[in-house]
């Protein structure tokens, strides 16, 4: 999913270590049935990004950065090995997403603009307007699949703001969260997606799917961590 941060993870992890893949867009509920049949996952949980190759399936962002610093070249992303010090920042890239992902739904479900924009490009212009209420639908069952609306916008703007807050006393002590350029870096910056999309140069995303993307009150609490993000991808992101 082109501006998902989970793809943009393992997307990351895959470049870092020059593993090349064919990359096939998913598109929730329309290309399910496709994911399923190409990973043999008839009734078990699918998401993207999830990365076939050969028999291996694997469906977790995590592991999928795992892989690529197993078969690709370049420096570790997994300082002191894959089952080191990344696992917990990742645990906590994954609540921080997860409570992004609540709060931009909600903002994204009462933007009609934002969801025109993500009627899929392939839907011709007469049958594009038809298609908002699909879209629509498909936030609200995204929402339930990942148990966005168990979740109070209050508690995820806490839970969100409790690790930006620990991320930005972490940096503290240097750009790098372990040191040295790690996979670490690149769960904590995608979170920030949530908070103020990437620039143009580093993203293309239409306008308002960038308003909605863009968390007005945390971005401007934040602005030292979105600078930090953004000079990570000047640095590290080619
Ligand atoms: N644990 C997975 C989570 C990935 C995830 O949440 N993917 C969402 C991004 S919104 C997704 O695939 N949504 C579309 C769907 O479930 O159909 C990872 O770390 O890669």
């Given at each position: ?26 598109i ?16 078990a ?54 409570a992004?992902?609540t ?24 049958l594009?307007?038809?298609?908002v ?22 508690q995820a ?61 945390l ?20």
């Open positions: 999913m082109p501006v998902s941060p989970w793809s943009e993870c393992a997307r990351w992890a895959l470049d870092h270590h020059r593993v090349e893949v064919r990359r096939v867009e998913y929730p509920l329309l290309a399910e049935v496709q994911l399923r049949f190409a990973t043999g996952k008839v009734f949980r699918i998401s993207s990004p999830t990365l076939i190759d050969g028999d291996l399936v694997l469906a977790e962002s995590l592991d999928i950065a795992k892989h690529a610093e197993l078969i690709g070249q370049g420096s570790t992303l997994f300082p002191g090995g894959v089952n080191g010090e990344v696992g917990p920042w990742n645990d906590r890239a994954q609540r921080a997403l997860s992004g992902r709060l931009y739904f909600s903002r994204l479900i009462d933007d009609p603009e934002a969801l025109r924009e993500e009627v899929p490009g392939f839907v011709p212009g007469a594009r307007e038809l298609s209420p699909l879209v629509e639908r498909t936030v609200v069952y995204l929402a339930s699949k990942y148990r966005a609306h168990a979740e109070s916008t209050a703007q806490s839970a969100l703001v409790d690790e930006l807050e620990h991320l930005e006393a972490c940096l503290e002590r240097g750009p790098y969260l372990l040191g040295e350029f790690s996979y670490a870096d690149i769960a904590m910056a995608t979170v920030l997606h949530f908070v103020s999309p990437l620039s143009e140069r580093h993203q293309t995303l239409a306008r308002a799917r960038r308003e909605a993307l863009r968390d007005a009150t971005a401007e609490r934040f602005t030292r961590l979105t600078a930090w993000r953004d000079d990570l991808y000047d640095r590290q992101r080619k």
